[in-house]
């Protein structure tokens, strides 16, 4: 006989062979053969699909909740807090269909039935989305790793994406909510993003020093962003390494920026020892301390309300702001540099819708071009 690292072959019976192997999982797999050369050939075939990882590992016996817990663990120290925040929540409530099938024995078709059932608890095809990309990075890793030969996950098809549909502001509607932003404690931070297009996080983010307000070029640099973790505000490198940018300012805006900072001011002396030192706030609340993302949407809705503007989210601002711009005729790539976009396709896929100006924009060359034609053949 053989080792059990190489596997070994004996007679099993009078025409009988048999091959025996350990495999890496501990598991013993068993070949035959009517010659004892043909069942060495055939444990030799399965010793070349232990050495290319075809036979997974020890961890391959354990659940996939367990090896995305031991996997998690590893890498936690390496994830932005969000990331870990949306890992932990994923691993609580949405792969529970899962989590206790042994990792070498997940199909795609179960995966793809606790999709099926995540939609039918009412969840988003975003959201679901979402934790089929986190599902695949875990898997791959399992891959990577040689815990498993292949990804389940190739063969899942993840809901479609469905483009939300968001709300715009008009040109004149967006004149309105900036006058009507110096009669709101929170009116510079409204209007700093439909004229910006920052998100709410890099704005509540910002510091004084990140203003430059004289000189002939005002501008903000958009260097981090603010995450709350419940009670708990973080302030992090941004999305993408193109988010990193400087985005110009307008006077309106300035003038704003400047009662702003007097308006902090007189904060600080009511506040008194109650004001927060450790921060620098452009965007603080009475305290000195960062507003929560709460807060915030109620005081939003209430200013819109006021000033009988559409009802929009806070994010909707940033569309608005990349719509007019592009209505505008601004290039994509200008675009797309403004908004901190990774790329120039990620911004023409997001606006590639038409909007009724840009209808009558293209209607009305159409018209021009017809009239230039129809003056030539006279």
């Not at 960062?290 to 940033?318: C, E, S, T």
């Amino acid at each position: 006989m053989g080792s059990t690292a190489t596997g070994s072959v004996f007679r099993r019976g009078p025409k009988k062979w048999q091959g025996q192997i350990t495999l890496p999982s501990g598991k013993r797999k068993s070949v035959y053969g009517n010659t004892k050369q043909e069942a060495q050939r055939k444990l030799a075939e399965v010793r070349r699909e232990i050495d290319a990882g075809l036979h997974g590992t020890r961890d391959a016996d354990g659940t996939f909740g367990a090896f995305y817990a031991t996997w998690f663990a590893g890498h936690k120290s390496e994830l932005k807090p969000n990331s870990v925040d949306i890992h932990a929540l994923v691993q609580k409530l949405y792969i529970t269909d899962i989590a206790d099938i042994a990792l070498n024995e997940l199909r795609a078709i179960q995966i793809q039935h606790m999709y099926t059932a995540l939609l039918e608890r009412g969840l988003s095809t975003t959201t679901v989305r979402k934790v089929h990309n986190l599902v695949r990075e875990v898997m791959r890793a399992a891959v990577r790793l040689g815990v498993i030969p292949r990804d389940p996950t190739e063969q899942v098809v993840p809901p479609k994406a469905r483009r939300l549909e968001y709300v715009t502001l008009t040109r004149h509607e967006v004149t309105r909510l900036v006058e009507a932003a110096f009669e709101e404690p929170l009116g510079p931070l409204y209007a700093m993003a439909v004229t910006t297009g920052l998100r709410q996080g890099e704005l509540l983010a910002l510091e004084w020093e990140d203003l430059t307000l004289d000189g002939r070029k005002p501008n903000v640099k958009v260097a981090k962003t603010l995450y709350l973790r419940g009670d708990v505000a973080l302030i992090t490198a941004p999305k993408t390494r193109t988010s990193r940018r400087t985005v110009p300012l307008a006077m309106p805006i300035i003038a704003l920026l400047r009662q702003r900072h007097t308006d902090q001011l007189q904060e600080r002396d009511l506040a008194g020892e109650a004001w927060d030192t450790r921060w620098n706030l452009i965007f603080a609340n009475a305290i000195g301390q960062p507003w929560p993302a709460k807060g915030i949407r109620r005081r939003f809705a209430q200013f819109l309300a006021r000033n009988q503007l559409p009802l929009l989210r806070f994010h909707d601002l940033r569309h608005t702001f990349a719509t007019l711009l592009i209505e505008d005729g601004v290039q994509a790539r200008v675009v797309s540099e403004l908004l901190g976009h990774s790329s120039v396709n990620m911004t023409l896929s997001l606006y590639a819708h038409v909007t009724p100006r840009m209808q009558d924009q293209a209607t009305a060359a159409i018209e021009a071009w017809l009239k230039v034609e129809e003056e030539n053949e006279r």
